[in-house]
């Protein structure tokens, strides 16, 4: 088993997001890019996103759903060239594009839906975690947006597993992935999981936490305004 290794940012600013205007994140970006759908916190070492934030609209979820049959992941060109990965540094690595906003909150809106798959919203994912767990919290998460109207998100990973490789732009495999979903009383819900198959088929309460724990394990601050 390898070793995970802790990478805890050696410098923080805090910047706010439209998308949770009342509360302040200190975290270290390199690049700080805003998109129409999301902001991402990103970083250029890692070619992983630290904290992708977004709203998810509940009453959007039921409208018409576009198909992400011919979408590709491509480069963010919006980044500097030695910041980007490729879709390629992940074929046949084992590891899934992993999506931090995912397509299925913004599938009701073709440009929305093609900024999920810029690979400055990706980061390597186990695909047992991926294609089951993590699907699970995206609908949990998706069901609260229902059920409130809207909530606001943080998704991110931290951590690391090694590298796909200096071939591969040496993107970073996390040893973790979080989502917090913010309601609008005020509350939270929280998800810590590692980036691993053997959680795939678990029940995604059995990795509820709190914000503590994940700024703990990530090395950044949340603070309500």
Same mark, same amino acid.
């Given at each position: 088993?390898?070793?995970?290794?802790?990478?805890?940012?050696?410098?923080?600013?805090?910047?706010?997001?439209?998308?949770?205007? #009342?509360?302040?994140?200190?975290?270290?970006?390199?690049?700080?890019?805003?998109?129409?759908?999301?902001?991402?916190?990103?970083?250029?070492?890692?070619?992983?996103?630290?904290?992708?934030?977004?709203?998810?609209?509940?009453?959007?979820?039921?409208?018409? #759903?576009? %198909?992400?049959?011919?979408?590709?992941?491509?480069?963010?060109? %919006?980044?500097?060239?030695?910041?980007?990965?490729? *879709?390629?540094?992940?074929?046949?690595?084992?590891?899934?594009?992993?999506?931090?906003?995912? =397509?299925?909150?913004?599938?009701?809106?073709?440009?929305? +839906?093609? +900024?999920?798959?810029?690979? *400055?919203?990706?980061?390597?994912?186990?695909? *047992?975690? =991926?294609? #089951?767990?993590?699907?699970?919290?995206?609908?949990?998460?998706?069901?609260?947006?229902?059920?409130?109207?809207?909530?606001?998100?943080?998704?991110?990973?931290?951590?690391?597993?090694?590298?796909?490789?200096?071939?591969?732009?040496?993107?970073?495999?996390?040893?973790?992935?979080?989502?917090?979903?913010?309601?609008?009383? #005020?509350?939270?819900? %929280?998800?810590?999981?590692?980036?691993? =198959?053997?959680?795939?088929?678990?029940?995604?309460?059995?990795?509820?936490?709190?914000?503590?724990?994940?700024?703990?394990?990530?090395?950044?601050?949340?603070?309500?305004?």
């Amino acid at each position: 088993m390898k070793k995970t290794l802790l990478l805890i940012p050696f410098a923080l600013f805090a910047f706010t997001s439209s998308y949770l205007p #009342h509360y302040s994140i200190d975290i270290h970006c390199d690049e700080l890019l805003h998109k129409t759908a999301m902001d991402i916190c990103y970083s250029c070492k890692l070619k992983n996103p630290e904290a992708v934030v977004y709203q998810i609209q509940g009453n959007l979820i039921k409208s018409h #759903h576009y %198909s992400r049959k011919h979408l590709y992941f491509k480069p963010d060109y %919006s980044l500097p060239a030695k910041c980007r990965s490729y *879709s390629k540094d992940y074929s046949y690595t084992g590891f899934d594009r992993g999506h931090n906003a995912p =397509n299925a909150a913004f599938n009701y809106d073709k440009t929305l +839906q093609k +900024q999920t798959f810029k690979m *400055s919203n990706v980061s390597p994912e186990r695909p *047992s975690l =991926n294609r #089951h767990l993590w699907a699970k919290i995206e609908r949990f998460a998706r069901y609260e947006a229902k059920k409130y109207g809207k909530v606001s998100v943080i998704t991110g990973s931290c951590g690391s597993l090694g590298t796909l490789g200096k071939k591969r732009h040496n993107v970073n495999i996390p040893a973790y992935w979080y989502k917090i979903i913010f309601l609008p009383n #005020h509350k939270t819900i %929280s998800f810590l999981t590692p980036n691993s =198959n053997s959680v795939g088929r678990d029940k995604a309460k059995k990795y509820l936490t709190n914000i503590k724990t994940i700024e703990d394990t990530c090395g950044f601050k949340i603070k309500e305004k």
